[in-house]
């Protein structure tokens, strides 16, 4: 607005016109930005042994192995298995193995290329814990990768203790469950 204002200042009309034009442009795109839903992210629980998540473990299984060098992709049939999805697409997958009456081991916490800027995880570990406690799941560890997975844990709010990685799921929060 001060450049269209400079326009009219110094009577260039047709720069103070298109800086107008580029002004109004500007707003609606950020209107229409933050009117966005942030958080489209839905979690799909699914059968650890299907064709389709035995088929992406394999595809993906190269990339897994980067972050994950010890994953098996062999027997998760007793595994809890979710898809991490936004706007419906696949993001990730999440395999998780139970210990005890109140803990999931993660086997798999995998989230393909295009979406590793943490909000998958963040959506995952911070704003739908809900999703853990309705399993009655409140302690969470994971077995450390390489230093770029174990970057993420930490940054997931995982603290490094006796050989693995381990969170604790609060017992509220406000967002809603899938």
Do not use: Q
């Not at 800086?19 to 009117?35: C, E, F, G, K, Q």
Request: hydrophobic share 35%; net charge positive.
């Amino acid at each position: 607005l001060l450049f269209v204002a400079y326009g009219f200042f110094i009577e260039a009309y047709p720069v103070a016109f298109m800086n107008a034009l580029i002004a109004v442009t500007n707003t609606y795109y950020l209107i229409r930005i933050s009117r966005m839903k942030k958080d489209d992210f839905s979690i799909l629980e699914t059968n650890p042994d299907g064709e389709y998540i035995k088929e992406f473990i394999r595809y993906h299984l190269e990339d897994i192995r980067k972050f994950n060098p010890g994953f098996d992709p062999d027997g998760h049939e007793k595994d809890d298995c979710w898809l991490l999805l936004k706007k419906m697409s696949v993001a990730g997958i999440f395999l998780g193995e139970r210990r005890g009456a109140d803990t999931m081991h993660i086997k798999l916490d995998y989230i393909l290329k295009a979406y590793r800027d943490f909000s998958v995880g963040k959506f995952l570990y911070e704003k739908n814990c809900n999703w853990f406690r309705s399993r009655n799941i409140s302690k969470l560890s994971a077995e450390p990768g390489n230093k770029t997975h174990n970057h993420y844990l930490k940054k997931m709010g995982f603290r490094y203790s006796k050989e693995a990685f381990v969170r604790s799921v609060p017992a509220n929060n406000n967002s809603k469950s899938n």
